[in-house]
């Protein structure tokens, strides 16, 4: 899928573009819709994904779940807004990267060069 507003590739399931915040307006399809997994995010993430995978989960802004999660952190005390960031961080899997491809780095051809024998 292609962001509307910025033109650079997301995952077929966003609702907002990772990159300049734009809501993506994905049509109906004949395809039965995809079933929501909580994941971090692979490409929304400032620290470990966390923030970014609950975002798209529940289809808002990830500087919404963000600012949230910095406020009840702040008024529950650091401690157990930490705590849970780190609970988190352990217990959702990470989603898979997109768009990234694996790049086969080979060695180049033998060639026939010999050198000249030296008198």
Same mark, same amino acid.
């Given at each position: 899928m292609i962001c509307n507003h910025c033109k650079r590739e997301l995952t077929e399931h966003s609702n907002f573009c990772y990159y300049c915040g734009a809501p993506?307006?994905?049509?109906?399809?004949?395809?039965?819709?995809?079933?929501?997994?909580?994941?971090?995010?692979s490409v929304d993430s400032k620290i470990a994904g966390v923030c970014g995978g609950i975002a798209e989960y529940l289809d808002v802004d990830s500087t919404v779940v963000r600012l949230v999660w910095v406020l009840i952190a702040f008024?529950?005390? $650091?401690? /157990?807004?930490?705590? %849970?960031?780190? &609970?988190?961080?352990? $217990?959702? /899997?990470?989603?898979? %990267?997109?768009? &990234?491809e694996a790049v086969n780095v080979t060695a180049p051809p033998a060639s026939n060069f010999t050198q000249p024998a030296s008198n």
């Open positions: 993506q307006h994905v049509s109906p399809s004949g395809t039965p819709p995809v079933q929501k997994r909580l994941m971090r995010s008024f529950t005390g $650091v401690l /157990p807004g930490l705590l %849970a960031y780190l &609970v988190a961080w352990l $217990v959702m /899997p990470e989603a898979p %990267a997109v768009g &990234v």
